[in-house]
T-cell receptor, first 116, second 110 residues
C-alpha cells in the first residue's frame, strides 16, 4: 500500500465514450502527476500539478483533460479517445517539486485503459 | 528521442551475488536521478536516489553510482535476494520534468 489509490483499475471504453480516471493520495503531498505507459515504451509524463495548479502539460492532446480540485485528488477526464491511447495510466504524488527528496514520487497501481 | 536509456531489458543473477543495473542519459541538465522497482500489477516504488552533486549514495543493500562525465548511472544490489526480482526503472529530472527508462527485468535465481 503506497498511499496512492487509483480507480478504476481496468477500463474499456469506445471511442465515443466519456470517462474519468480518479487518483487519491493519502500522504499529505502537494504535487501530483499523470503518466502514460504504453507497451515497450518508457513512462511518459503527461501533467504535473503543484498545490492544485497545473505546472506542466507535455503536449498532451486535448482529448485528455486533467482536473485537480485539491492537493489530494486528481482526475483525468477522457473523451473521444483513439485506440492508440490504450495504455496503463499511472498517477503519482510527491511532497513537492523542489530538488532533493521532494522529487521522490509515490505511484498508484495504475488504470489499464483499453479503447475499442 | 529518449533521454534516459536502459539498454538491458533483462538480467539474471544468482542469489547472494551482486546485481548491477545500468542506465545512460543524454541531458547534462538533469540534476536528480532516481531508481524505482515495479512488481506486476503494482505501480513503481521508489528505491533510492542521488543528486547530481554526488557520485554515490548507499542505502542498505542498494548503492547508486553516478558518473556525470560518462552520463551513466548504475544500481548495485548486494547481496541479491529472490524478493528483488522485479522490473527496475531509472529516472532523471530537471525542473518539473521527469524522464524514465524502459526498465530492466531482474530475476534473482535461488
Amino acid at each position: 500500500e503506497t498511499g496512492v489509490t487509483q480507480t478504476p483499475r481496468h477500463l474499456v471504453m469506445g471511442m465515443t465514450n466519456k470517462k474519468s480516471l480518479k487518483c487519491e493520495q493519502h500522504l499529505g503531498h502537494n504535487a501530483m502527476y499523470w503518466y502514460k505507459q504504453s507497451a515497450k515504451k518508457p513512462l511518459e509524463l503527461m501533467f504535473v500539478y503543484n498545490f492544485k495548479e497545473q505546472t506542466e502539460n507535455n503536449s498532451v492532446p486535448s482529448r485528455f483533460s486533467p482536473e485537480c480540485p485539491n492537493s489530494s485528488h486528481l482526475f483525468l477526464h477522457l473523451h473521444t479517445l483513439q485506440p492508440e491511447d490504450s495504455a496503463l495510466y499511472l498517477c503519482a504524488s510527491s511532497q513537492g517539486l523542489a530538488g532533493g527528496p521532494a522529487y521522490e514520487q509515490y505511484f498508484g497501481p495504475g488504470t489499464r485503459l483499453t479503447v475499442t | 528521442d529518449q533521454q534516459v536509456k536502459q539498454n538491458s531489458p533483462s538480467l539474471s543473477v544468482q542469489e547472494g551475488r551482486i546485481s548491477i543495473l545500468n542506465c545512460d542519459y543524454t541531458n547534462s541538465m538533469f540534476d536528480y536521478f532516481l531508481w524505482y522497482k515495479k512488481y506486476p500489477a503494482e505501480g513503481p516504488t521508489f528505491l533510492i536516489s542521488i543528486s547530481s552533486i554526488k557520485d554515490k549514495n548507499e542505502d542498505g543493500r542498494f548503492t547508486v553510482f553516478l558518473n556525470k562525465s560518462a552520463k551513466h548511472l548504475s544500481l548495485h544490489i548486494v547481496p541479491s535476494q529472490p524478493g528483488d526480482s522485479a522490473v527496475y526503472f531509472c529516472a532523471a529530472s530537471t525542473g518539473n520534468q521527469f524522464y524514465f527508462g524502459t526498465g530492466t527485468s531482474l530475476t534473482v535465481i535461488p
